[in-house]
């Protein structure tokens, strides 16, 4: 006669770091940010010359910070969504 375990056979141990998620995704949006505010601090500006002589400067952190705002919403998407656990 068999018998059959009714428990699950564990799997690999993994780290503790690898079920960290929500701290990498919190690092990466951090970086993110990090990033931008070495842009405008060390980063150059943006300047633009009109055909009727006038120009513009925008700081180059302006034009990081709007690419950022969407890695960080698809990173925070991708990251904080619910996870399927087996």
């Not at 998620?21 to 949006?29: E, F, N, Q, T």
């Not at 500006?45 to 009727?52: L, P, R």
Request: aromatic fraction near 12%.
């Amino acid at each position: 006669m068999t018998t059959i375990p009714h428990e699950r056979v564990p799997l690999a141990k993994r780290s503790v770091w690898f079920d960290a998620r929500d701290l990498w995704v919190s690092v990466a949006i951090c970086v993110i940010w990090l990033a931008v505010s070495l842009v405008g601090i060390f980063g150059g500006d943006f300047h633009g010359n009109g055909n009727d002589g006038t120009s513009t400067v925008i700081p180059s952190g302006i034009i990081v910070a709007f690419f950022a705002l969407f890695a960080t919403a698809a990173v925070a998407r991708y990251g904080f969504r619910g996870r399927q656990r087996d």
